[in-house]
């Protein structure tokens, strides 16, 4: 499988954004699925997941406001990101576990900057 993230940009304090990422190859329902995002200078993070079975789980900084869903038909991941912070800049990506207990399969990602 491979993945292809897109939809960050630059949006104000407050605002919302739909990252996608489209997968070419296998179903993406096979696999748990998530986003993760690196800011500057910091670690990597995990921000939402969603398991082959559908059960969905959110980071912290995630939980009450952003929403991972994903449409089978198009193949294609989403994260929902509602009242952004400036601290939700990152570059975003989504990652498959794909035979594995680790995200092993990682698209290019996308910035999201959120202005003050």
């Known amino acids: 499988v491979q993945l292809q993230a897109c939809g960050g940009g630059l949006v104000q304090a407050g605002g919302s954004l739909t990252p996608s990422c489209a997968a070419s190859?296998?179903?993406?329902?096979?696999?748990?699925m998530a986003w993760l995002r690196q800011a500057p200078g910091k670690e990597r993070e995990f921000v939402a997941g969603?398991?082959?079975?559908?059960?969905?789980r959110y980071g912290d900084s995630a939980t009450g406001r952003f929403n991972i869903s994903r449409d089978n038909d198009k193949n294609t991941l989403y994260l929902q990101m509602n009242n952004l912070r400036p601290e939700d800049t990152a570059v975003y990506y989504c990652?498959?576990?794909?035979?594995?207990?680790?995200?092993?399969?990682w698209g290019q990602g996308t910035l999201v900057t959120v202005s003050s």
């Open positions: 990652a498959a576990s794909v035979y594995s207990v680790t995200y092993n399969v």
């Open positions: 190859g296998p179903t993406l329902s096979r696999y748990n």
């Open positions: 969603v398991s082959s079975s559908g059960r969905t």
